[in-house]
């Protein structure tokens, strides 16, 4: 396994099919689960972590995003990475970023209003990534949908050659989708977090019963929350995966997706609903049997 710091370096890297994991470090069984697909469809698969300031939305969050290379490295070896391309700011933006992406419409709902700049910072950094690195398949969670959609989006609408996959939620035992950021929660915030999968797995099984009407779904999600005194909804959303436009009525592919806070930590996570009009399966993620490696254990 390399470490590599340029793009340079890192294409002269790779030999044969390239598979690129976009992250921004900090490893759990989410991210492995993208490098054991990556490694599934590819020569050389390439991990990428940086945290990216661009598409910070709050200085705070920035600097309080966990960072730990060495344990990450580690992480990523053993699942299968052949290179963790981990670039210093200056090699990602070595002067000031005039050029920015911008994917309108898919970033006008959900996540876009509540996180001014996010999404622009997001398609810029990967718009760089995959001109840099020049991989034939990139794979991101369905844990950010909006996120997934978008960027299939920007690479279909500017010619990237290449592929992008999506890769199922890996949730804890609990089914807490899992994010870097569940090691801020309390176990009172955890608690309550966990209303979140618990309401989105309850629409998951109205939807595959036949149930079509958004507000239905969208209520079973808020019955669980409103079981638990201490989460503060930012929204409950039901959208086409193609342009993360809300609907009224599940009759396309589309996603549940939920975002709020637990304390001072904010949390997203979805179900996606795969099919047509003839049936729709809910794609609920996988469990993990054991604890996270999140939390420091062997998992
Ligand atoms: P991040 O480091 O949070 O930017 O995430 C890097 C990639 O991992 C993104 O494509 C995420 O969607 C994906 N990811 C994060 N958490 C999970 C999860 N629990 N399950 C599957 N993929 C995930």
New binding site residues.
């Given amino acids: 396994m390399r470490i590599t710091k340029t793009f340079a370096e890192t294409r002269t890297a790779t030999a044969g099919r390239v598979g690129l ?6 490893l ?4 492995l ?2 490098i054991e697909a990556a490694r599934d469809g590819s020569d050389t698969v390439v991990m990428s972590l940086f945290v990216n300031p661009l598409q910070f939305d709050r200085d705070s969050d920035l600097a309080k995003y966990p960072k730990d290379l060495e344990r990450d490295v580690d992480l990523a070896a053993a699942a299968g990475a052949d290179i963790v391309f981990a670039p210093e700011a200056d090699e990602m933006y070595p002067g000031e970023q005039l050029t920015r992406v911008n994917v309108n419409r898919l970033s006008d709902e959900m996540e876009g209003p509540n996180r001014p700049g996010h999404f622009e910072g997001v398609a810029t950094v990967v718009a760089k990534l995959l001109a840099g690195i020049q991989p034939d398949r990139s ?6 949908a909006q ?2 959609a978008i960027v299939r989006r920007m690479v279909s609408d500017l010619s990237f050659p290449g592929e992008v996959l999506g ?5 804890e035992a609990e089914g807490l ?4 950021r569940n090691i801020f929660l309390s176990v009172e915030e955890r608690a309550a977090a966990l209303t979140l999968s618990r309401g989105l797995l309850a629409a998951g099984d109205l939807a595959e019963a036949g149930e079509r009407d958004a507000g239905r779904l969208i209520a079973a999600v808020l019955v669980e929350i409103g079981t638990a005194p201490d989460i503060s909804l930012e929204y409950v959303t039901l959208a086409s995966q193609e342009l993360v436009q809300p609907l009224d009525e599940l009759d396309r592919p589309a996603f549940l997706a939920v975002a709020a806070w637990s304390g001072g930590t904010r949390l997203i996570d979805n179900v996606h609903f795969d099919g047509d009009e003839a049936g729709f399966v809910a794609d609920r ?1 996988s469990r993990l049997k054991t604890k996270s490696i999140l939390y420091g254990g062997e998992g």
């Fill in positions: 994991v976009p992250t921004m470090g900090f759990h069984e989410g991210h689960s993208l794979y991101f969670g369905r844990k950010d996120q997934l890769v199922p939620i890996v949730r989708a899992l994010s870097s993620g």
